[in-house]
T-cell receptor, first 114, second 108 residues
Framework: NAGVTQTPKFRVLKTGQSMTLLCAQD?????MYWYRQDPGMGLRLIHY???????AKGEVPDGYNVSRLKKQNFLLGLESAAPSQTSVYFC?????????????FGDGTRLSIL | EDQVTQSPEALRLQEGESSSLNCSYTVSGLRGLFWYRQDPGKGPEFLFTLYSAGEEKEKERLKATLTKKESFLHITAPKPEDSATYLCYPYNFNKFYFGSGTKLNVKP
């Protein structure tokens, strides 16, 4: 049982380049989330999805776009990478959107923007 | 303003030396709190959910407790494999509030 899988695990980009991070879950969860984790800070929500074909903005959505074309996949895109987007990105999923449901996290993508 | 503070930021223990980690919060309409463990290079791993003041949960050497204003994660006779960052996430009806974690290092 893989749970939540993120690809790639590491990536280095130059400023202005674009890329897409992929998240896949095999738990049939409805809700999926993208977070960023920076040193000394808690997780911050970028975007989330309440189901296939739907997305919504979180706390820090600027500079990112997302898509959820299939229930099991949630993509995070950076159109024009900036050094401020250097971070570790985590994808998570949960059975429902109720806050009493614990989220299941992937192992992260470590992204450096030069 | 709703906020979460975890203390200490880092804790170094000798193997077998028990201690406690603190998560204090001001969250309106608190419904519960999660504790997670995060190993280096990994994502957070779910440990406990606590729903009401006075509740306790245990798992191996860990025991989590909850009051109206704070939660404690007690670690009894820790082992080196307990070294990790421990994260608390109180939540209300609308959202989670993510603490920045306590990094625990247990030396043999």
């Amino acid at each position: 049982n893989a749970g939540v899988t993120q690809t790639p695990k590491f990536r280095v980009l130059k400023t202005g380049q674009s890329m897409t991070l992929l998240c896949a879950q095999d738990m049939n969860h409805e809700y999926m989330y993208w977070y960023r984790q920076d040193p000394g800070m808690g997780l911050r929500l970028i975007h989330y999805s309440v189901g296939e074909g739907t997305t919504a903005k979180g706390e820090v959505p600027d500079g990112y776009n997302v898509s959820r074309l299939k229930k099991q996949n949630f993509l995070l895109g950076l159109e024009s990478a900036a050094p401020s987007q250097t971070s570790v990105y985590f994808c998570a999923s949960s059975y429902s959107g109720q806050t009493n449901q614990p989220q299941h996290f992937g192992d992260g993508t470590r992204l450096s923007i030069l | 303003e709703d906020q979460v503070t975890q203390s200490p930021e880092a804790l170094r223990l000798q193997e077998g030396e028990s201690s406690s980690l603190n998560c204090s919060y001001t969250v309106s309409g608190l419904r519960g709190l999660f504790w997670y463990r995060q190993d280096p290079g990994k994502g957070p791993e779910f440990l406990f959910t606590l729903y009401s003041a006075g509740e306790e949960k245990e798992k191996e050497r860990l025991k989590a407790t909850l009051t109206k204003k704070e939660s404690f994660l007690h670690i009894t006779a820790p082992k080196p494999e307990d070294s990790a960052t421990y994260l608390c996430y109180p939540y209300n009806f609308n959202k989670f509030y993510f603490g920045s974690g306590t990094k625990l290092n247990v030396k043999p």
